[in-house]
Nanobody, 124 residues
Framework: VQLQASGGGLVQAGESLRLSCAAS????????MAWFRQAPGKEREFVAA????????YYADSVKGRFTISRDNAKTSVYLHMSSLEPEDTATYYC??????????????????WGQGTLVTVSS
């Protein structure tokens, strides 16, 4: 599967932004989808994940209550709605996919496919 992330940009603290990740290829509904982010000088970190439907959602503590992940299997897309953005949310955001979680849903090595990243900058 190929992933294309979009929707990043420059926003002010407190504002909202929605990221999209469009997937090409077959059997999108079989993939576990996730968002990770990487700030300058820091390691890539887990943000959110959804299993095969939007009924099973996982979030990092730092974004819980502010970010919402969702998927639309008919449109082969996954979204990350981000609200109450903080300067600490500034990072390049990556969508990721896998059909089998090997090392835990929060671990980047569990994911086989990655999008190119979209930059989110939150000014104070």
């Amino acid at each position: 599967v190929q992933l294309q992330a979009s929707g990043g940009g420059l926003v002010q603290a407190g504002e909202s932004l929605r990221l999209s990740c469009a997937a090409s290829g077959r059997a999108f509904s079989r993939y576990i989808m996730a968002w990770f982010r990487q700030a300058p000088g820091k390691e890539r970190e887990f943000v959110a994940a959804t299993l095969l439907s939007s009924d099973n959602l996982y979030y990092a503590d730092s974004v819980k209550g502010r970010f919402t992940i969702s998927r639309d299997n008919a449109k082969t897309s996954v979204y990350l709605h981000m609200s109450s953005l903080e300067p600490e949310d500034t990072a390049t955001y990556y969508c990721a996919a896998t059909v089998l979680i090997r090392n835990g849903i929060y671990t980047s090595s569990s994911y086989d496919y990655w999008g190119q990243g979209t930059l989110v900058t939150v000014s104070s």
